[in-house]
């Protein structure tokens, strides 16, 4: 089983950033991507971006944050990262760390984190 914990959210002001951590313990032959969700008050939980356990270490990034987020990982696999620029209001959500399986073109969450909230304001 693997275990994942968030840090690194906050409030900040539009047109800023915040830098998302996400802490990953245990193992799982089962997950060969890790992924950063989000849910904003009232909406469903929605995949922000994604990368694969392949040799280019492929990244995925929903059209919102395409060009202002940044997925990655240590080469140990340890901690998975997610860089906000250009922050916007409708960024406010509480973002999750995911591990899981690639289904098309995006990653499944098997394990999840707790959540770390993330609040930008106009």
């Known amino acids: 089983a693997m275990q994942l914990v968030e840090s690194g959210g906050g409030s900040v002001q539009a047109g800023g950033s915040l830098k998302l951590s996400c802490a990953v313990s245990?193992?799982?032959?089962?997950?060969?991507?890790m992924a950063w969700f989000r849910q904003a008050p009232g909406k469903e939980r929605e995949p922000v971006a994604s990368?694969?356990?392949?040799?280019?270490?492929?990244?995925n990034y929903a059209d919102s944050v395409k060009g202002r987020f940044t997925i990655s990982q240590d080469n140990a696999k340890t901690t998975l990262y997610l860089q906000m620029n250009s922050l916007k209001s409708e960024d406010t959500a509480i973002y999750y760390c995911?591990?899981?399986?690639?289904?098309?073109?995006?990653?499944?969450?098997?394990?999840w984190g707790q959540g770390t909230q993330v609040t930008v304001s106009s």
């Open positions: 245990g193992y799982s032959l089962s997950v060969n991507c």
């Open positions: 995911a591990a899981g399986l690639v289904g098309g073109d995006q990653c499944g969450g098997l394990y």
């Open positions: 990368i694969y356990y392949d040799d280019d270490s492929t990244t």
